[in-house]
């Protein structure tokens, strides 16, 4: 059994990926080719987002959407404490300050009372000015961005959602990446909707942001190529894995999310009577990137990951480190209680095989082994 089979992915879209991929070679367009606006045409009017830029992968989204709002030295920005590294690496990145903000034990997601706080906090220390917060739709669940959108506007404050795991998840009939000011997406092979390599999105309304990150896009390009009125990065996504894209695009609409949402179900049928399974709140729509669960304990939880390793299942720990307690971060100063929903997460989080060629007697193999261990446990 595999974590996340995009071998199976393959076989089933071999022919037309097959025939896409020889295209493009026999074009030779490898960079910025047909496809590419394509795509991002294609993306843009699925999201429900005015644009959509297409970009080498999902850090130099972040990234570049921080570069255009001119996100620098002496600002903050709200991060959530449980997610991937690159949610507040591209902060530091810019020179600005990550601040690190709890999350809901339900939903994995950034904690709006606490992001409340952490704001009042920096407003009241005077170090630093609030200017952006940073929202990840973690494990394919979005974040709470009723609420998030409040906050933002009540403080000032620019949203970026970080939709890295989050393409193709809802909000009532609003899907991901068009929350916020702007969103970002991954197109790295293991998530969502992957490509065949690095790859990554934003997705906009403002005309004026749109033009400044295609400028910074192509080494802060002006009216051609040769002339450069910016500071910018050379962060294309290549014609190659547009092509890809596309084909593996059709298949994420046609089947794919629901085939992960229907495996969500099953797990969550056979488990939820012996272990914590992941909540979708009422009107959410989750892309499952992940299927987690909590376990009661650290002692608990790698147990159960040594077990089903001995039965040949696969299993990960996302995340077992929280963002404070990255070496990288620890300049910054923190108060450890201001973290324990990730520091318990840390600890007690599984996540589970899941991707939408999971067959049913594998889903039945991983709950009878998981029910197994915890009754004896
Ligand atoms: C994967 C991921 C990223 C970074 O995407 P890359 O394409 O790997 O650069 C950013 N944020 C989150 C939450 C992610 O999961």
Partial sequence: MEFRDLKAQYVALKDKIDEAMLKVASQGNFIMGSQVAELEKQLAEYVGAKHCITC???????????????????????VPDFTFFASGEVVSFEGASPVFVDVEETTFNISCEKLEQAIDRVKKEGVL?????????????PADFDK??????????????????????????KRACSF??????????????????????????????????????VHGKGSFKYDNIRIGMNSRLDTLQAAILQLKFEAFKDYELDAVNHAAQEYSKQLQSVVKTPLVPDGFY????????????????????????????PSMVYYPKPMHKQEAFLDLSHHEQDFETTS????????????????????????????????NY
Wanted: a negative charge; proline letters at 3%; one cysteine or more.
């Fill in 56 to 78: 080498a992968n999902g850090t130099d989204a972040l990234s570049m959407v921080l570069m255009a709002w001119g996100i620098q030295e002496g600002d903050a920005v709200f």
């Fill in 286 to 313: 989750s892309s499952w990137a992940q299927y987690t669960l909590i376990l009661k304990n650290k002692e608990q939880r790698d147990g159960l990951q040594s077990a089903l390793k001995e039965k040949g299942i």
């Fill in 129 to 141: 000015t609030p200017k952006a917060i940073i929202a990840v739709d973690l494990f394919g669940l």
């Fill in 344 to 375: 318990r997460l840390c600890d007690c989080v599984i996540s589970l095989p899941m991707h939408p060629y999971l067959k049913q007697e594998d889903i039945d193999l991983v709950c009878t082994e998981v029910k197994n261990y915890l009754l």
């Fill in 148 to 173: 998030l959108q409040k906050i933002a506007e009540k403080h000032g404050l620019l949203l970026l959602e970080d939709g890295a795991q989050g393409f193709g998840g809802k909000i009532r009939d």
């Fill in 180 to 217: 916020g000011d702007a969103a970002t997406t991954s197109f790295f092979p293991a998530k969502p909707l992957g490509c065949y390599g690095d790859g990554g999105a934003i997705f906009l309304n403002d005309d004026h942001t749109a033009e400044l990150i295609k400028s910074i896009r």
